[in-house]
């Protein structure tokens, strides 16, 4: 990668990585919030009714959200550091859209998590597919 006058110049790939990962940082911390706030709202996401250990755990998961979004966020411009987490991220996405899609196939109202589940796989993908095409840059 090499400087330009506005910072270092991405290839097309590289730049829908980081878009990607800023976008996900985004919705990551906006759900970490919510789901901390308001953890009722997982029993919307998931279609099921949660008890008060539910709750509880919601809580925690909102946490690691919200704190996974703000890691994502800080590094989002690091080329470096976003190409050391890509296969966390990939993992994550591809996990958690699956987890949705299998709750989709179970529940009577499966929009939601069907949405959820197709995003996450999405982003997955489309990561998955910068990644591959983006131009190794030099090594300092």
Do not use: K
Not at 22 to 46: D, K, T, Y
Not at 77 to 86: E, F, G
């Amino acid at each position: 990668m090499t400087d330009g006058m506005n910072g270092p110049v991405r290839s097309g790939a590289q730049r829908t990585a980081v878009l990607l990962f800023a976008a996900s940082a985004l919705g990551e911390i906006g759900v970490g919030a919510g789901l901390l706030a308001f953890p009722q709202l997982a029993a919307l996401l998931l279609d099921a009714s949660l008890d008060a250990i539910g709750l509880l755990v919601v809580r925690g998961l909102g946490g690691a959200v919200l704190a996974l979004g703000l890691t994502w966020w800080i590094m989002r411009n690091d080329a470096h550091a976003v190409a050391r987490c890509a296969a966390g991220f990939i993992i994550y996405n591809v996990v958690v859209g699956a987890l949705f899609v299998f709750q989709a196939l179970h529940v009577a109202h499966p929009v939601l998590p069907w949405l959820v589940g197709a995003i996450h796989l999405g982003a997955g993908g489309t990561f998955i597919a910068a990644t591959a095409f983006a131009r190794p840059t030099p090594v300092d």
